[in-house]
Nanobody
Framework: QVQLVESGGGLVQAGGSLRLSCVAS????????VGWFRQSPEKERDFVAAINWSGGNTYYGDSVKGRFTISRDNAKNTVYLQMYDLKPEDTAVYYC?????????????????WGQGTQVTISS
């Protein structure tokens, strides 16, 4: 079992930045790939970014490419999502998820463990 806790969300103005954190406990975190997903009311869950076990391989959703950066510090059991140039359409609850297999990083169905989410609200 892996437990994930997100933090760092909040309310910022458009153009601002935030850094989300996903802290894991339980099994050795370095054996898990981690993805960030987001969901806003009445919308489907959206892939944001993913990072493999070592941090050497990353993927991004098209809407965040060039503005968001995913990274990890396995010594701290933490994955980060640095978000720049935030837009009102980035408003959502952001979730991190863990997967040991890296089967399909963009597909949330292949992740085994999920956090409770952190709210990000961008005002225009």
């Amino acid at each position: 079992q892996v437990q994930l806790v997100e933090s760092g969300g909040g309310l910022v103005q458009a153009g601002g930045s935030l850094r989300l954190s996903c802290v894991a406990s339980g099994r050795p975190f370095s054996t898990y790939a981690v993805g960030w997903f987001r969901q806003s009311p009445e919308k489907e869950r959206d892939f944001v970014a993913a990072i493999n076990w070592s941090g050497g391989n990353t993927y991004y959703g098209d809407s965040v490419k060039g503005r968001f950066t995913i990274s990890r510090d396995n010594a701290k059991n933490t994955v980060y999502l640095q978000m720049y140039d935030l837009k009102p359409e980035d408003t959502a609850v952001y979730y991190c998820a863990a997967d040991q297999t890296w089967r399909s990083p963009r597909n949330g169905r292949f992740y085994d463990y999920w956090g409770q989410g952190t709210q990000v609200t961008i005002s225009s």
